[in-house]
T-cell receptor
Framework: EAGVTQFPSHSVIEKGQTVTLRCDPISGHDNLYWYRRVMGKEIKFLLHFVKESKQDESGMPNNRFLAERTGGTYSTLKVQPAELEDSGVYFC???????????????FGEGSWLTVV | AQRVTQPEKLLSVFKGAPVELKCNYSYSGSPELFWYVQYSRQRLQLLLRHISRESIKGFTADLNKGETSFHLKKPFAQEEDSAMYYCALRGGSNYKLTFGKGTLLTVNP
């Protein structure tokens, strides 16, 4: 079974440019999450999708960040325009269910490293 | 508010020595605690969760509600244990994980 896949693995862009990160969750996982870790800080929650609906986007830092999940399959996270402080690792994760038990285990992708110069 | 504290940024031990990675949390309800591990060039993966009360790769962790701790322990460290370890909390029915800053464990030969 394929895991959570993310693309690109690394991206270097100039301040003011746009970057779009893509995440393909594990097949059959309705729940999709975005997290990020900026330098020196902990991994922080950005938002959560259930299928194509945004359930919680309380962790999105500002309106330069836009996440979508068309058709409830893959998701994209767009940063426009990128700022220096956006540099970090963006993790995507997915889970089958939200309740108790093994089904709510959250599986992470390898992360997309973003460097804004 | 949920908070997870990993006081050690770096931890270095010799092969065969015991290792303990500390994790303290702050949460008013009944939390679910996890340890995630990230080996070099690999994805973040679940190591263990407190509700399972299992031992994975020789690691164990016990939830101590009195001390609000969930320390990760292994009696005899191996070189392949070298990795970044993150303690994480999920509160009640909440689906969000709150992470600590992580501890980089290096096991020297």
């Amino acid at each position: 079974e394929a895991g959570v896949t993310q693309f690109p693995s690394h991206s270097v862009i100039e301040k003011g440019q746009t970057v779009t990160l893509r995440c393909d969750p594990i097949s059959g996982h309705d729940n999709l999450y975005w997290y990020r870790r900026v330098m020196g800080k902990e991994i922080k929650f950005l938002l959560h999708f259930v299928k194509e609906s945004k359930q919680d986007e309380s962790g999105m830092p500002n309106n330069r960040f836009l996440a979508e999940r068309t058709g409830g399959t893959y998701s994209t996270l767009k940063v426009q325009p990128a700022e220096l402080e956006d540099s970090g690792v963006y993790f995507c994760a997915s889970s089958q269910v939200l309740g108790g038990g093994d089904g709510n285990t959250i599986y992470f992708g390898e992360g997309s490293w973003l460097t804004v110069v | 508010a949920q908070r997870v504290t990993q006081p050690e940024k770096l931890l270095s031990v010799f092969k065969g020595a015991p290792v303990e990675l500390k994790c303290n949390y702050s949460y008013s309800g009944s939390p679910e605690l996890f340890w995630y591990v990230q080996y070099s060039r690999q994805r973040l993966q679940l190591l263990l969760r407190h509700i399972s009360r299992e031992s994975i790769k020789g690691f164990t962790a016990d939830l101590n509600k009195g001390e609000t701790s969930f320390h990760l322990k292994k009696p005899f460290a191996q070189e392949e244990d070298s990795a970044m370890y993150y303690c994480a909390l999920r509160g009640g029915s909440n689906y969000k994980l709150t992470f600590g800053k992580g501890t980089l464990l290096t096991v020297n030969p």
